[in-house]
């Protein structure tokens, strides 16, 4: 069928709008009509990034819609079910059936590979190949071809410009919390960056009994959202050492969280812990900078690597729902609308931090 798709072209840093075929679902696929469609870093990484993903791609990996077809094998969602979007998974390797589809064992493939595993793709233009599938969905397109594996229902009542994005961002920082590190109750955490993904951590962070929740950025603008949404500090480390000020902050914290992937950030961090501490790692960032051993680590500190939050998104999307139904959970104060054609405009304005959440709506 014909729709409306953004395609990332070869050497280009813009999306170009243009008309596109998607072909029908498959008989365990899912066709969903977009609603909305959040923005998450790893969309502007690999817009930025040449080589990252084949090309030309249709991107997009935080969709909301309404399911309007599905295959003959689906039972999980039926047409007219309002469903999320979020990571892709094979469904029988040793962690997904453990529930842990976040280190699917061929999570790379089927969230980065632009194809299904059999090497097809749904989407063409002009009769000629768009690679697609981007997180099991590519959702930067009216219509886009899901797996069952990947969409999770949610309440009809709740609007879905507001639920997109608990699909990968939001989900990522609020897991890394509930689902990993676990702070004790009276205990004291660290969280650098505040963006989405911090911001989120630090929410959940308020949410998990933690005490002193350090919010450490180099933009005083964030730091005072961060105090907003539940930090009891601010740390701006610019011209100072990040454990020393952390330290005079609050003193050394029991853990920390890394939504920078800069390695002096973690390195910092990880200098800023007590003894058996543990820093959350959740990105390697734009550099290939390997994060070194630091020396503190033999103090029984530990660094530990977070995919998507260790979440399931099965249960773990529906628990951010029903903490925001609470009034405990308010990602959508991170949120700014912009229409589908100006996606390029909302990318531009999520790079130079303008906005925190872009939200593109269909
Ligand atoms: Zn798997
Ligand atoms: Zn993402």
């Known amino acids: 069928m014909r729709i409306e798709a953004a395609i990332a072209y070869p050497e280009s840093e ?143 009542d709740l609007p879905l410009e507001t639920l997109a994005p608990l699909g990968c961002g939001i989900q990522t920082g609020a897991g890394a919390i509930l689902n990993v590190l676990k702070p004790q109750s009276g205990s004291s ?33 964030r730091l005072e959202m961060a105090l907003a949404l539940g930090a009891t500090h601010a740390v701006n480390p610019v011209g100072q050492d990040l454990a020393a000020a952390i330290h005079s902050a609050c003193g050394p914290t029991d853990w920390a969280l890394d939504t920078t992937g800069n390695v002096d950030v973690v390195n910092g961090l990880v200098a800023a812990l007590n003894p058996r501490g543990t820093c959350g790692v959740v990105s390697n960032g734009r550099s290939a900078t390997p994060i070194n051993f630091h020396p503190l680590i033999f103090g029984g500190r530990s660094i530990t690597g977070i995919a998507q939050g260790g979440a399931d998104p099965d249960t773990f999307i529906p628990h951010m729902i029903a903490l925001h139904r609470e009034g405990k959970f308010p990602f959508d104060r991170m949120i700014t609308p912009y229409a589908f054609r100006d996606l390029n405009k909302a990318c531009d304005d999520a790079v130079s931090g303008k906005v925190l959440k872009p939200v593109v709506i269909f």
Request: net charge neutral; aromatic share 6%.
């Open 14 to 156: 813009r999306f170009v709008l243009a008309p596109a075929e998607l072909e029908e679902p498959r008989e365990a696929e899912v066709m969903v009509r977009l609603v909305a469609t959040g923005i998450c870093h790893t969309d502007l990484k690999m817009l930025h990034t040449q080589g990252a993903v084949p090309r030309p791609i249709v991107l997009g990996h935080e969709g909301a819609g309404i399911v309007s077809k599905v295959g003959s094998r689906v039972t999980k969602v039926r047409p007219g079910d309002h469903v999320v979007m979020s990571i892709n998974s094979c469904g029988h390797c040793g962690n997904c059936r453990q529930s842990m589809p976040s280190y699917c064992e061929d999570l790379f493939a089927r969230n980065f590979g632009g194809t299904r595993p059999d090497g097809t793709t749904a989407l063409s233009r002009e009769g000629e190949r768009l690679y697609g599938h981007f997180f099991g969905q590519s959702s930067f397109a009216t219509y886009c071809i899901a797996t069952e594996r990947n969409v999770i229902p949610v309440p009809t």
């Open 189 to 221: 955490i660290a969280i650098a960056g505040t963006g989405p993904v911090g911001l989120s951590a630090i929410m959940a962070a308020k949410l998990s009994g933690a005490i002193t929740i350090v919010a450490v950025d180099t933009r005083d603008s």
